[in-house]
């Protein structure tokens, strides 16, 4: 087999594989079985995306929304009782500032701590914490780290307010 009959293959293969990721046709089980790894109650909302799952781990008790996308690929970690609510983004990939930018890639990883929520739309960046119990509003772009029990929305995300221990804002 010449090699542009191999690249053709492999790119069929690869769409294959896409398409079935993000069409839901992959089980969850499938999908959870490629990750780092994960606790129980991992609620996977078909379609979703997930590059490189085998640097992505979840807690216990997680829910990820339909037509999320979580590029793993700079260690994604995702805390227990965190909900990720649809069409977030979770990037741990992007692009060095200086020139040449085409072809280079630069990975940080992002952790996302217990009790969170990421509202829909959401985008989070390469680098960036969230700490424990924080909430991301909907349509944020979360550029650097969250502190614990903090509301950030806006672009780029700001603190709102914090959320005290016992529940009250």
């Known amino acids: 087999m010449g090699g542009a009959a191999v690249l053709r293959r492999l790119r069929v293969s690869f769409r294959s594989r896409l398409r079935a990721a993000i069409t ?41 929304g339909e037509f999320v996308v979580l590029r793993a690929s700079g260690g994604l970690t995702i805390g227990s009782r965190v909900l990720i609510a649809a069409q977030a983004v979770l990037t741990t990939r992007g692009h060095p500032e200086d020139l040449p930018r085409f072809g280079r890639v630069v990975d940080a990883p992002i952790v996302i701590e217990d009790d969170v929520w990421i509202g829909a739309g959401a985008i989070v960046l390469p680098g960036v914490t969230i700490g424990r119990g924080a909430i991301v509003a909907a349509g944020a772009v979360v550029t650097s780290s969250v502190a614990p029990m903090t509301i950030v929305g806006g672009v780029p995300a700001r603190p709102i307010r914090s959320i005290q221990q016992d529940g009250s804002s």
């Open 24 to 64: 839901g046709h992959d089980s969850e089980a499938r999908i959870l079985g490629r990750c780092s790894s994960h606790g129980h109650d991992v609620r996977l909302r078909m379609p979703i995306v997930i590059y490189h799952p085998e640097a992505l781990s979840f807690g216990d008790e997680v829910d990820v």
